[in-house]
């Protein structure tokens, strides 16, 4: 256990919240997660990372700053990215969950990450 | 272009090349007997690049068995400028051994993942086991020229 796992749980508890994932956003191999059976945990990981940097590059190239957050909907749900150049936390949420509860949750937790 | 031994391998290399933007990708039998190829422009570097992931593999393989009691399953590199995925990944013709060159930039997690859609797509692939070949010598030069178009050696 990472001494991240208590914010990634804390994450994982907020209404609507799948899955919490804590990923390095360099390599994207996941640091540490909280998530249920069945879920691709490292598939999800490196994906979140690759958005996130992808977004990155993006919004820095078009003179806008960092990005702040990624979000993407899908289907059967969503997912939410936070991060810097060193780490990214991601969150899978319900697809009918509360978007700025869970926006709120995440940042929350990013902030509250022992570094 | 990438071009291939085993006709089998070459729909889910491509897909796998194409999702993770790899420089180079090599795929062999653990004896070093080279099934496909991409990115590495000459038979000296393939021939080469086969020997060196199949002794790195077979010494990875050992030292987890010291350490951990078991093979190692993969290897990764960080260099300067690229960095190197070695991984076995079995299928329907026997063990085998993916080795993906990457840039420094790259994504080691994403390119994991793909190697893990990867190993389910080559598992199904292949009619029957491979015996060891008689002659390994041989068998590596076949290898080379049908990647590589001309008479073996």
């Known amino acids: ?111 509250a990450l022992p570094r | 272009m990438m071009r291939v031994v085993e006709a089998w391998a070459g729909a889910p290399l491509r897909q796998f090349r194409e999702a993770t933007h790899v420089e180079a990708l090599l795929l062999l039998r653990p004896d070093g007997q080279v099934l496909a190829q991409d990115g590495l422009g000459r038979p000296s570097a393939v021939m080469s690049a086969c020997a060196l992931a199949a002794a790195i593999h077979a010494a990875a393989g050992a030292l987890g068995r010291s350490v951990d009691g078991q093979p190692f399953r993969e290897v990764h590199y960080a260099g300067a400028r690229r960095q190197f995925y070695l991984t076995a990944l079995p299928s329907g013709t026997g063990p085998l051994l993916l080795l993906a060159v990457f840039g420094a930039d790259g994504s080691l997690g994403l390119l994991r993942a793909y190697a893990d859609e990867l190993r389910v797509a080559l598992a199904q692939g292949g009619a029957t086991p491979a015996a060891p070949p008689a002659d390994l010598e041989q068998a590596l030069d076949r290898s080379l020229a049908t990647l590589f178009g001309g008479a073996p050696r």
Do not use: N
């Open chain 1, 1 to 111: 256990m990472t001494p991240f796992r208590p914010v990634l749980t804390g994450l994982a508890r907020t209404r609507g919240v799948r899955a919490a994932l804590l990923v390095d956003a360099r390599d994207g191999v996941l640091v540490d997660a909280v998530l249920p059976t069945g879920l691709r945990a490292d598939a999800v990981a490196a994906l979140a990372a690759s958005v996130f940097g992808k977004a990155g590059r993006s919004v820095s190239a078009a003179g806008d700053g960092h990005v702040t957050l990624v979000e993407i909907e899908a289907e059967a749900g969503r997912l939410v990215v936070v991060g810097d150049v060193v780490l990214v936390l991601a969150a899978v949420a319900d697809p009918r969950s509360s978007v700025a509860l869970t926006r709120l949750a995440l940042r929350q937790a990013w902030e």
